[in-house]
């Protein structure tokens, strides 16, 4: 007690002695004493040079999988959720890739393959990042650290060709469980940027891969963890211990070549102004509010470098006439002490929808900290996220590339697939759910001889070709403001209206809902089933059942679950890409005709008695 009681006491307000450690213990949260614990424990494990290890076969590691990433447990103190990526598991991940990546570029042994490593805010961040380096440099490659970066900008490092930053590396890792940032830009005065929460818990983390190829593919993520599991039985083997990987490890402030990056690219838009007049129009001022800390105004130890928490601010925004004096806001907390500003999240975008008419606003723009995912809301309130957004980018995708196919997930709406074919003029091409299964399908699409440049889900990813199909939000945001640019250099001052403009016809549902319903794994109806096989027999059925219905219409060209036409609207009833989870989308011009279709799936699924339709059945209750 007397060394956590040293920790605590090292973070709180100077007035704050170890004599007055009681009162400062009694602010802090539950939460955040959890995050201390952790952090005590990973200093004492860390002291040790030999450490006995638990066993964790191979399928301990696959469990790790989330479809092309790898997410786990990283912090104790959560009831029920043990430590999965420990220090030994996540060398061993790292040391992986490192096999991995030898086995792909096979080359000869005077060259030294080089790895960049990046986190987001997360309170295991600087844990994980020293056991990847640890597992990196084991395999005999150099390690390139980062610190606080983006998912994009991992991928571009293996891009980017300058030796001055150690670029192009051959691998990349980005350790993340994306958080979520937002900001919002007013004409008359400032920004608002605001830092918060996330949407895996404060204990979560995990690892993205990448190569000058892209992202690493299911198979490939299932590869390295089968590597994994084998090195990680070596340690248990001959015995764990923590070794120096300092000699291999070289640290660069990459986020200064990607953001330069983006700042080009607005420049141009705007006829090579150094500092457009556009944005001391429309982003005069930037005003970022620092979050109120989760325990009564006491720090959480967990802090990074006060400019790399703000590189759209910094780095794109000041750069191009932006004045960003009187922020706020800017401290991510690793302990997620506030809603999820999630482009899909009704309370995120209710906040940024608040802050841009509040302030007056051109515009918002929402991004997770990762900034694989954005959105943006215009100087009405309107949010541009979700098919809207897809709306937006495909105006613009189709007007540089006329009758080009934009690939979509699963979700999206019949009024989309409309706005795209008959008033843009190009081609909809829905396809499935999960921004790498996009992606790779416009890619696939493009190699069979179909043209397409734009890829994007509702959740807020998007990628484009010119950009090296790289699911980057920043990116997105700056064909916006490039749109804000080009209007303003061509006389218009009417703001983000540009931009909304581009979005009219677009037909929008009056009802839109996305119901959960879950499967009982240990429902005895499974009969030895996995979830995957029942739900698979509910969808068959479904489909089955659909057939027999003259008011009802199954969609002609599906990839995924069942998607139903029927009373003016559609459904989409799906199995989830990880969980015991069938998700049902309806969308409907009224309240009534979406019930009538959530009736039809009810009817037809009820004899599944281990699928829990409490949410649907509440849905399609009489008002």
Not at 97 to 108: G, H, R
Request: aromatic content about 8%; hydrophobic content about 40%.
């Amino acid at each position: 007690m007397a060394v956590a009681a040293l920790l605590l006491a090292t973070v709180a307000p100077a007035a704050v002695s170890q004599d007055y450690f009681p009162v400062g213990y009694r602010y802090l949260s539950s939460i955040v004493i959890a995050g201390f614990c952790s952090l005590l424990e990973y200093l004492l494990s860390a002291a040790s040079s030999a450490t006995a290890i638990p066993s964790l076969d191979k399928v301990g590691f696959l469990k790790l999988q989330n479809g092309s990433d790898i997410r786990g447990v990283a912090v104790s103190g959560v009831e029920g959720e043990p430590v999965s990526l420990t220090e030994p598991v996540t060398e061993a991940i790292a040391a992986a890739f490192a096999a991995w990546l030898l086995d792909k570029k096979k080359v000869d042994a005077s060259r030294k393959l080089r790895v960049s490593i990046g986190h987001d805010s997360r309170i295991s961040a600087q844990q994980l990042q020293d056991a990847v380096s640890r597992g990196i440099a084991s395999a005999g490659l150099e390690v390139v650290q980062y610190g606080l970066a983006s998912t994009p900008a991992m991928f571009n490092s293996t891009l980017t060709e300058d030796e001055a930053f150690l670029c192009p590396t051959d691998g990349a890792i980005m350790i993340t469980g994306s958080l979520w940032l937002y900001a919002s830009l007013w004409i008359a005065d400032s920004i608002l940027e605001h830092v918060k929460a996330s949407h895996l818990p404060y204990n979560r983390n995990g690892f993205k891969f990448f190569t000058n190829a892209g992202g690493l593919g299911k198979s490939d993520i299932k590869d390295i963890l089968e590597r994994a599991a084998n090195i990680y039985s070596g340690f248990i083997a001959k015995g764990y211990s923590v070794k120096n990987a300092s000699e291999s490890v070289k640290k660069v402030d990459y986020m200064t070549v990607y953001t330069s990056d983006l700042v080009k690219a607005v420049r141009k838009a705007a006829g090579n102004i150094a500092k457009p007049h556009v944005f001391l129009w429309c982003l005069s001022s930037l005003v970022l509010p620092t979050i109120r800390e989760a325990a009564g105004g006491i720090p959480h130890y967990c802090r990074c470098r006060k400019w790399r928490r703000r590189f759209f601010a910094a780095k794109v925004l000041e750069p191009l006439g932006a004045i960003t004096s009187g922020s706020q806001f800017l401290e991510p907390d690793g302990m997620f002490p506030n809603h999820i500003p999630n482009p899909e999240d009704k309370a995120a975008m209710k906040a940024i929808t608040e802050a841009v008419l509040s302030k007056k606003a051109d515009l918002g723009i929402i991004f997770d900290t990762d900034v694989d995912r954005s959105a943006a809301v215009d100087s009405t309130g309107r949010e541009l996220n979700r098919n809207r957004l897809i709306a937006l980018m495909s105006a613009i995708v189709l007007n540089e590339h006329p009758g080009t196919t934009i690939v979509t997930d699963s979700v999206t709406s019949d009024g989309l697939t409309s706005f795209i074919e008959r008033k843009l003029g190009g081609k909809h091409h829905r396809f499935k759910r999960g921004y790498k299964n996009v992606i790779d399908e416009a890619i696939r699409l493009n190699s069979v001889g179909e043209e397409s440049h734009l890829a994007m889900e509702t959740s807020g990813h998007g990628a484009l070709k010119e950009n090296h199909w790289l699911d980057d939000g920043a990116y997105l945001m700056v064909k916006l403001l490039n749109k804000l640019a080009s209007a303003k250099a061509s006389g218009r001052g009417d703001g983000s209206k540009v931009l909304t403009d581009l979005v009219e016809g677009l037909e929008e549902p009056a009802i839109a809902v996305e119901l959960r319903l879950k499967i009982s794994q240990s429902h005895p109806d499974l009969k030895g089933r996995s979830f995957r096989e029942y739900g698979e027999a509910v969808l068959q059925h479904l489909g089955n059942s659909i057939a027999l219905s003259p008011k009802l219409q199954k969609a002609p060209v599906n990839y995924e679950g069942v998607r139903v036409s029927g009373f003016g609207g559609w459904f989409l009833l799906r199995l989830s890409l990880h969980d015991p989870v069938l998700p049902l989308n309806i969308e409907a011009p009224s309240h009534e005709d979406a019930v009538k279709l959530g009736l039809e799936v009810a009817s037809a699924v009820k004899e599944f008695q281990a699928l829990d339709t409490s949410a649907l059945d509440k849905f399609v209750q009489p008002r």
